[in-house]
């Protein structure tokens, strides 16, 4: 029999490739009804900023979470992680940019506005933002309309300025000024755990699950966001930029304060493990079913890349 | 009785008054279900690139085609010109930054990244553009889950690499290397006809209109974005920075080619007669309630400021 951790490894990567197929489908040179043109180094950086071979986290939970409910939804969780994956890779170009993290590598690859230019890495950010939208709406995406209002009003409420953008500015902020321990804990919900939130919620939502399910797959979400993002900082304190295949050591030289480094490792080794026993037990009603998502909890713990 | 040129500018200066009323309301420091918080600075660098007190011509465009079906639809498409015109507000914001047009001015203001920071701007455009999306899905949207579907995808394909931020990213293009006739005509179909289209079309989409009402509208709205690209080419030409309260002559002195640039200012205003006829022509199904509509296109084909 497949371990759990196996079995999790190879879903990982399974649903990664079938993301990226589907991303490189949507964004081929070919044009969607009510399209007027794509402009070809504009959608050459979309591709440079989603087709990188990342692990597709979100995506995995969405999908993940829908199949908590049964085996119908693989198509339609597909489309939806593809499209918050798009809101994720966008926030990433955005982010990358000189005005704000000035970064020039992304997983070993030059960011998109050093492969390009500034001007087309905002495009390009806009671009795959509105595309997000695009994929959840389109008549490939087999929901109800009811199903597809919802995931768009929750998406765009986890992407704006209430959820990961407002978490950005937050986290501009907080280089001029370090926040609190409660400041830190909005700034990394909003940035980090609102897009983490939704992909779980998203998945019981293409499922049409009830109400109680629903809030079970958020507050799921919630943790392991709040895991994800000590581990984030754990990762930051300790690794160094091969192993990232990014800069490091960033946040601290920035003065930014982090929960690690205000609680020390120790204090975020022991809040990890609590933080995968809760996940654990908010999927409990789900029993075997469970498997994969507690799984992915320790993996996010876990993670040291 | 009131003088259909009167009449228009009535409802034009009320429509723009509703809508900065709705756009106001929306971006209040009040989170929605879902959101965590708006924090300060970044809201109010978005109330800036909004609240301008612009003329509001494109959420006009949308409650005044749903008009033509009846009064019933006031509401609703009130709401889905407010998304429109968070969307035209974004591309102006993220048109504005350095890295793009570089300007320090519009409409007499400061440009939000010159009134704030150039992260904050990028990040207030991002707020916006996901804003739109969210004002349609909203439940305070009262229209059925598949117009809201219908509505989503429609604006993103308008909105995307398919629509205005390809046609922009044509447009920097454009500064490298003079397009032709045929390319100008595309560049300004996807960077200023795609809105305008989506706007008229989503009147119709909003009244649950036929195919062929749908149709027409789209073509109304194609006929009038030519009209107000080529108006906007001739004022680039013929204006001062003091009327326009941005800078002018800017498309000239880049050395972008326009059409009237190719082709005269005489045959321009030809041009712009003809369109304002076929304008008038495909509203003729609508009888009397068209009439606002044709004035719409006059006004836009002799708008000089």
Same mark, same amino acid.
């Given at each position: 029999?497949?371990?759990?951790?196996?079995?999790?490894?190879?879903?990982?990567?399974?649903?990664?490739?079938?993301?990226?197929?589907?991303?490189?489908?949507?964004?081929?040179?070919?044009?969607?009804?009510?399209?007027?043109?794509?402009?070809?180094? *504009?959608?050459?950086?979309?591709?440079?900023?989603?087709?990188?071979?990342?692990?597709?986290? #979100?995506?995995?939970?969405?999908?993940?979470?829908?199949?908590?409910?049964?085996?119908?939804? @693989?198509?339609?969780?597909? #489309?939806?992680?593809?499209?918050?994956?798009?809101? /994720?890779?966008?926030?990433?170009? /955005?982010?990358?940019?000189?005005?704000?993290?000035?970064?020039?590598?992304?997983?070993?690859?030059?960011?998109? /506005?050093?492969?390009?230019?500034?001007?087309?890495?905002?495009?390009?950010?806009?671009?795959?933002?509105?595309?997000?939208?695009?994929?959840?709406?389109?008549?490939?995406?087999?929901? !109800?309309?009811?199903?597809?209002?919802?995931?768009?009003? @929750?998406?765009?409420?986890?992407?704006?300025?209430?959820?990961?953008?407002?978490?950005?500015?937050?986290?501009?902020?907080?280089?001029?000024?370090?926040?609190?321990?409660?400041?830190?804990?909005?700034?990394?919900?909003?940035?980090?755990?609102?897009?983490?939130?939704?992909?779980?919620?998203?998945?019981?939502?293409?499922?049409?699950?009830?109400?109680?399910? #629903?809030?079970?797959?958020?507050?799921?979400?919630?943790?392991?966001?709040?895991?994800?993002?000590?581990?984030?900082?754990?990762?930051?304190?300790?690794?160094?930029?091969?192993?990232?295949?990014?800069?490091?050591?960033?946040?601290? @030289?920035?003065?930014?304060?982090?929960?690690?480094?205000?609680?020390?490792?120790?204090?975020?080794?022991?809040?990890?493990?609590?933080?995968?026993?809760?996940?654990?037990?908010? *999927?409990?009603?789900?029993?075997?079913?469970?498997?994969?998502?507690?799984?992915?909890?320790?993996?996010? !713990?876990?993670?040291?890349?």
């Amino acid at each position: 029999m497949t371990s759990p951790s196996a079995l999790f490894r190879q879903r990982l990567q399974s649903n990664a490739a079938a993301v990226e197929a589907t991303l490189a489908a949507l964004l081929s040179g070919n044009t969607e009804a009510g399209e007027i043109a794509r402009p070809e180094r *504009l959608l050459s950086a979309v591709r440079h900023g989603v087709l990188n071979g990342g692990k597709r986290l #979100r995506p995995f939970l969405v999908m993940e979470a829908a199949a908590l409910f049964g085996d119908g939804f @693989a198509a339609p969780a597909l #489309r939806v992680g593809a499209a918050l994956e798009c809101i /994720h890779c966008y926030s990433l170009v /955005h982010d990358d940019l000189p005005a704000m993290d000035d970064d020039n590598l992304r997983r070993g690859q030059p960011t998109v /506005h050093i492969a390009y230019d500034e001007a087309t890495a905002i495009l390009a950010g806009d671009s795959l933002l509105t595309l997000a939208f695009d994929i959840v709406a389109a008549p490939e995406t087999m929901l !109800a309309d009811r199903i597809k209002t919802a995931l768009v009003l @929750a998406l765009a409420r986890a992407a704006g300025i209430g959820g990961m953008a407002g978490g950005q500015a937050l986290d501009l902020a907080a280089e001029q000024k370090a926040p609190d321990a409660e400041g830190i804990v909005t700034l990394q919900a909003m940035k980090t755990g609102a897009l983490i939130r939704f992909a779980c919620e998203a998945g019981a939502i293409v499922a049409d699950a009830d109400v109680e399910a #629903r809030s079970l797959l958020q507050r799921y979400g919630e943790t392991i966001g709040l895991a994800f993002q000590l581990a984030d900082d754990l990762l930051d304190l300790t690794s160094d930029a091969a192993t990232m295949g990014k800069a490091t050591g960033k946040d601290a @030289a920035r003065g930014k304060g982090t929960l690690v480094a205000l609680n020390g490792q120790d204090w975020a080794e022991e809040r990890l493990n609590a933080l995968v026993g809760e996940a654990e037990a908010l *999927l409990a009603p789900f029993g075997e079913r469970g498997a994969i998502l507690v799984e992915t909890a320790r993996f996010v !713990a876990n993670r040291r890349s």
